[in-house]
């Protein structure tokens, strides 16, 4: 099986898009809390601690600071663990199990809108703590194209900054008014998918452009 650092250009190209694409759905969503707030107060949670047509109130805000508070907390934490996995287990591990967990957190949160459940915060400290393990695990794949390393970083960066607008596009589709914030979530889960499954055949198990022991000079 050929490695991607040797696939042609227009393989690594497609890899380099893949990633683009998952960093930009996934790995600083929770930078976007306004807009999540926003759709939350439109969507009546915490509604019952406010004085009936009262909504939203500062009862209802407080309490979603604490969803907001998990999920940053996770953000920020969760380098440290991330960091270990890479090291331990390779890239795509570290990728394949954040992206499980970032799915699993959308399901939770699908679940807590659509049944009442008060998990908002477990599903959005999902969110928080599995980003950073996406957006580093997919780092090293800047070296398939040397001659523009830094062009593709600073890409990535980008992307991840444009991936804090991921809710802004939840409030446009939920406009329409024919979907429910968590049907919208359930979708968004299930497009997921198909990137988690298409990493697991194509992202590398060691980094592109390690070197072992042996080849070092």
């Known amino acids: 099986m050929v490695s991607l650092g040797d696939a042609s250009r227009s393989v690594k190209v497609c ?5 683009s694409l998952q960093i930009g759905l996934t790995a600083g969503i929770v930078m976007g809390w306004p807009a999540f707030q926003r759709l939350l107060i439109d969507n009546n949670v915490y509604s019952n601690l406010c004085t009936e047509g009262q909504a939203p109130c500062n009862a209802q805000v407080l309490q979603m600071n604490s969803i907001y508070d998990a999920g940053i907390f996770a953000n920020t934490g969760s380098p440290v663990l991330t960091g270990v996995i890479l090291d331990r287990f390779g890239p795509k591990r570290t990728n394949i199990i954040s992206s499980i967990l970032f799915i699993a957190g959308c399901a939770v949160l699908s ?16 969110l928080g703590f599995s980003g950073p393990g996406i957006y580093v695990s997919l780092f090293h794949l800047c070296n398939l194209v ?11 960066s980008g ?3 444009i ?12 406009s329409r008014g024919l979907f ?3 049907l919208v979530f359930l979708v968004f889960a299930v497009c997921l998918s198909p990137l988690l499954i298409v990493g697991w055949f194509i992202w ?9 022991p042996e080849t070092e000079p």
């Open 15 to 19: 890899v380099l898009i893949l990633a």
């Open 111 to 126: 679940c807590a809108l659509k049944f009442g459940m008060n998990i908002y915060a477990v599903g959005y400290g999902l």
């Open 146 to 156: 040397p001659e523009y390393q830094g062009s593709v970083l600073s890409g990535f």
């Open 159 to 161: 992307i991840f900054t």
């Open 163 to 174: 991936s804090s607008f991921v809710f802004n596009l939840f409030e446009i589709v939920l």
């Open 180 to 182: 429910s914030l968590s």
């Open 204 to 212: 590398p198990h060691a980094p592109v452009g390690a070197k072992t």
